[in-house]
């Protein structure tokens, strides 16, 4: 399953080590908070799954910019005249005998991957409910368009344009010598089951922030 947001152009800008920009009642009724630490896809994920409309994305490039560029910004945001980038993002879901144990939203990817001693996984990948393939690997990436410069591509992976509306597979090092990336619709379900080996364990990443082992 799938949401969007909206992500302005790429912010760089001086701020002080809070990183809190407050008291723009003025041109709305909110308050942006940036978070260095947690970065652009934590803040994304905050103001998706809030239900806000204002979606921004933030980036401490070397080129830095003063604050006032950046509330000119968020002005001609809220006016509609700024550029709009449509982004789709992944619902990620972890089931224990048919329970749900783990929720998240999802900018860039998801992985499934071993952890602790390096071994192998066995993971079956279901298109809706339909087997569409198993791979043997050190794991797993199931990317949005925007995740594919990222994990995917060091995993060898295609490099997708943001405003795609698709799903981007790539498995993790394949004991294979034909594993490729697969490409879904954006409308796709994908499930992954692992089977894990004795004296390992597996992990689910989301996004390098969240994770939680896989049982």
């Not at 569409?132 to 949005?144: L, P």
């Not at 943001?162 to 594993?179: A, D, G, N």
């Not at 894990?196 to 996004?207: A, F, G, Y």
């Amino acid at each position: 399953a799938h949401g969007y947001i909206n992500i302005l152009p790429a912010l760089p800008a001086v701020w002080n080590k809070t990183g809190k920009v407050t008291g723009m009642k003025a041109m709305g009724n909110f308050t942006v908070d940036f978070n260095w630490k947690e970065g652009k896809c934590q803040a994304a994920k905050i103001v998706s799954n809030a239900g806000a409309e204002l979606k921004v994305r933030c980036n401490r490039g070397a080129m830095e910019i003063a604050k006032e560029e950046l509330l000119d910004t968020l002005k001609a945001y809220l006016e509609g005249t700024a550029a709009v980038s449509r982004r789709l993002m992944l619902r990620v879901t972890v089931l224990r005998k048919g329970k749900k144990v783990f929720n998240a939203t999802s900018l860039n990817e998801a992985v499934v991957s071993s952890s602790g001693i390096a071994k192998v996984i066995s993971l079956n990948l279901f298109l809706d409910k339909t087997l569409a393939g198993t791979f043997r690997a050190d794991g797993m990436i199931v990317a949005t368009p925007t995740g594919s410069t990222g994990y995917s591509l060091s995993a060898g992976g295609p490099i997708l344009s943001p405003q795609m509306r698709c799903i981007l597979m790539t498995p993790v090092c394949p004991h294979s010598l034909f594993s490729r990336s697969v490409v879904f619709d954006e409308e796709s379900e994908l499930s992954v089951t692992v089977k894990i080996p004795l004296d390992c364990s597996c992990v689910l990443t989301v996004d390098g922030e969240e994770n939680i082992d896989i049982q």
